[in-house]
């Protein structure tokens, strides 16, 4: 079992910047990945981005690329979220998740999420 605990949410301007960050209860080991999604209100569960646990590949969603950068720090089995330029159709509850064997873009292959934090962009 891994458990995630997801922290650094909370309300900021338009154009503003936010970190959030995940850390997994137990050490991710060979071809896993952590990821980030969101939810906003009556929407689906979308991928945010992703970061392979061994070499450190990234991959972003179309929406968020060249705004958000996704890091882990495998000493502390964390991975991080910074948020720059962000704007109101970012404002959705972000979940951390983690998948044993690779990555995906799909919410129901991941194996273990964490509880989500809320992030409100305001205009």
């Keep these: 079992q891994v ?50 646990w061994s070499g450190g590949s990234v991959i972003y969603a179309d929406s968020v690329k060249g705004r958000f950068t996704i890091s882990r720090d495998n000493a502390k089995n964390t991975v991080y979220l910074q948020m720059n330029s962000l704007k109101p159709e970012d404002t959705a509850v972000y979940y951390c998740a983690v998948r044993l064997r690779g990555w995906a873009r799909a919410a129901d292959e991941y194996d273990y999420w964490g509880q989500g934090t809320q992030v409100t962009v305001s205009s």
Excluded: D
């Design 3 to 52: 458990q995630l605990v997801e922290s650094g949410g909370g309300l900021v301007q338009a154009g503003g910047s936010l970190r959030l960050s995940c850390a997994a209860s137990t050490r991710i080991f060979g071809n896993g990945a952590m990821a980030w999604f969101r939810q906003a209100p009556g929407k689906e569960r979308e991928f945010v981005a992703a970061v392979m």
